[in-house]
């Protein structure tokens, strides 16, 4: 699966020298690690290259109360408070979209991307933050990335990248009652440790997964950083395609129908060779 999406985003394939340009369909952005990917490219006079796949909200650095968001009360942080007010200004000036903090679809940079729908199977997804691995729940490639790297892809909607290998985690059987998508994902990075993903993309696979719920799936993918791996993805599957159908910004129609055929041709064809491999038994879990 991650092979396949890899190879229809590659614009040029990695050297001894270089590594790959992988093009980018989805860049999600905060107010924490893009002022300075803004500020490059003021100072270059480069304009955003696809304003249309980036997509910001306030998330890090915004209160927990409430009634400092729609009170109209001072954000007391003062360096937060700053982060928040020069992201209105970079999106306005860029013609970026932005969930600002009375949008009532601003939420958690990892959410909002699968509750609006814009998460979908088969995309290459980035974002400013390690933990960008949650959207893999949907069958995408998405994975975290550096300021420097923000300040690339706003320039050029593309990314350079050493191409991962393959690790399938198999988790056979059903989770025993009370055992959750959190225990699940830290008895698999107990079991390859937590270097035991690097250099890899991390595949879960098996009757535990397909079980799983979307919002279990993508803590499970959430996680996979934490394992080492650059990347978590599971294939999309009924699951997949429900908790989609009805979110306001997948495509409608036939072109909904046209997407489907797209992503049901995505998971891993039978008998696909991994770089690495375990196996899991959730009945033992607890």
Known sequence: MFEKVWEAHEVAPETADTPAILYI?????????SPQAFAELKSRGIKLRRPDLTLATMDHSTPTRTEQVFGGVPISIDSAAKQIAQLERNAAEFGVELLGLQNELRGIVHIIGPELGVTQPGKTIVCGDSHTSTHGAFGALAFGIGT?????????????QRKPKTFAIDIKNRLPIGVTAKDLIL??????????????VLEYRGDAIRALSMEERMTVCNMSIEAGARAGMIAPDQTTYD???????VPKGDAWEAALERWRRLPSDPGAVFSKSVEIDAATLE
Do not use: M, W
């Not at 369909?25 to 690690?33: A, N, R, S, Y």
């Not at 008895?187 to 890899?200: A, D, L, M, N, Q």
């Open 25 to 33: 369909d989805l860049h999600l952005t905060h107010e924490v690690t």
């Open 148 to 160: 420097t790297e923000v300040s690339h892809v706003f320039a050029t909607q593309c990314i350079l």
């Open 187 to 200: 008895s698999i990075i107990g079991k390859v440790g937590v270097s035991g993903g690097t250099g890899h």
């Open 243 to 249: 908790y989609l159908k009805n979110t306001p910004r």
